[in-house]
């Protein structure tokens, strides 16, 4: 059985798988996929992406335009810890990281 050292004092987080940053709608793994298409949809061409459908930071703001933060922002994403068959994403700005980061916090 393989053990796994405690630590007390220092932020703990769910382990979870992470996909390739999409930066400006492009998959950083694949890169250009398909050059008749624009920029913001080449993520949904590569294999990691293509079955996932529009990419969606899950904590922008609802009036927050979700193309325009594929464009001008990077994207992580994650798998939920929570949910199997689920991911999460999320941009980087400095908000929406704060609370992916506070969501997922297991000790403070």
């Known amino acids: 059985m393989e053990k796994r050292i405690e630590r007390r004092?220092?932020?703990?987080v769910p382990f979870v798988h992470h996909y390739p940053e999409v930066r400006g709608g492009t998959c950083e793994w694949?890169?250009?996929?398909?050059?008749?298409?624009?920029?913001?949809t080449q993520y949904k061409l590569c294999s990691h992406f293509k079955d996932m459908g529009d990419l969606a930071c899950s904590y922008c703001p609802a009036e927050k335009d979700p193309n325009e933060v594929i464009r001008s922002h990077t994207l992580n994403v994650y798998d939920s810890p929570t949910n199997p068959g689920e991911v999460v994403v999320v941009?980087?700005?400095?908000?929406c990281t704060r609370?992916?980061?506070a969501r997922f916090q297991v000790n403070a």
């Open 99 to 101: 609370k992916h980061r």
């Open 9 to 12: 004092g220092s932020g703990t």
């Open 30 to 40: 694949c890169g250009t996929v398909n050059d008749r298409m624009p920029a913001i």
């Open 91 to 95: 941009c980087d700005d400095y908000e």
